[in-house]
């Protein structure tokens, strides 16, 4: 009984992994997912910094101008909808477009936009933890508020979110599986079809596991750049 | 150089300034006392702007500052300031904590902004420090980076804010010290303070507020010996 067990896992192996160098399709997978992943991060991070300075500078003067109002008003409505819907539904909409020219490109900005809305949050809790006198100090030397954010503010916020930026790659690695539903072969997608070849179901377990290494990696790169930061910031 | 009409403020309901009119000539050195809630931090915070002001006008070198149109950053590269909490950049080193200002408005290059760093923090004794970063000085030391760091961007008037209240009783001295120095050097100060032996030693005016109004003022010796107003009396005698 035994034995049979480790046989037909063993074929099962030799199916969906083996036979006609199909390992290539996973690695081709793991590519495209770790791309997803990064291209979204990048382009989640340029958004969400710009939603929170929109959102920080509106917050902080008394009088705004039209245009920042129209900016907020378009922030707010950004972060809004992008939370607010499922991001299977955003990609789906955005694959629909007639322009787009394929998934990939429509999944590297479904996923990027997607993203921002969250890191937004981040960045403006990251600017917040930064103590009001940093602001100040700056201004009362003469510099701008734009000049002060930029020498003063931000590396010191963007410093205090690294952590939660890093988590934000993790979380996309595993959110991007759902790329597939618009066409993309990431990681999940290979495994699904790898199982419509074979009708044997061990390519699910076989990406589960890559994406559990991927992630376990990822986090402990991710302690390791904490204490380091940590360290530095005892006196 | 600086003159103040009919200033007032308000947070909600709590009047902090009542209609303060005062002037400030250049070279003199201004104490501002009073006890807490008094709006005397409120009253120097407006003079750079870091406050704005519900009414009343600020005049600077003959140009209105508190005017809608006013470039309130330029304005400001005149006016130093020295904060309570320090607010040193824990970012930069020492040296870039007082280099980044008069670099990036352009008023000076690198390689000379650095030159004149090494001499202020020599002048201070700290030359050793100009590379570490500010969590390894003590909050004398800090106080005293921060007093350079302002003085790096060659300002015509100094504005402190209680600068020794945040300080542990045996560095306020080296503190004190320093400031006594950028006096003696012929700047003009206005100092809001609690260290009432310093303010008569090195002031030239004590202003004494009380309920956002200026109460008193006059030269230390007058204002310290012999008080006229009731409240200046209760103040003086609790705290000397």
Redesign the interface.
Known sequence: MRLFLAQSLWSDFQKSFIDKDRWLMYLDGLKMTLLLALVGTIVGIILGLLVALIKYSYSTRKKNKPWLSLLNWVANLYTTVIRGTPVVVQLLILFSLSFMPNGVVASFIGFGVNSGAYVAEVFRSGINSIDVGQMEAGRSLGLSSRATMRYIILPQAIKNILPALFNEFIALVKETSVAGYIAVNDLTKVADRIKGITFVNLPLYIVALMYLCIVYLLTLIQKRIEVRYSRSDRN | MIEIKQLCKSYGELRVLNHISEGIERGEKVAVIGPSGSGKSTFLRCL?L?E?PDSGEIWFNGKEITATDIDT?????????V?Q?F?????LTIRQNIT??PV??KKQSQSAADEQATQLLTRIGLIDKADTYP??LSGGQKQRV?IV??LA?NPEVMLFDEPTSALDPEMIGEVLDLIRDVADSGMTMVIVTHEMKFAREVASRVLFMDEGEIKEQNDPANLFDAPKNKRLQDFLSKVL
């Not at chain 2, 950053?73 to 300031?81: F, K, L, P, T």
């Open positions: 750079n870091l704005k950053d330029s304005v400001r590269q005149h006016m130093g300031m904060f909490h607010n040193l950049f824990p970012h980044l200002a990036k408005l969590n390894m921060a760091r302002a961007m």
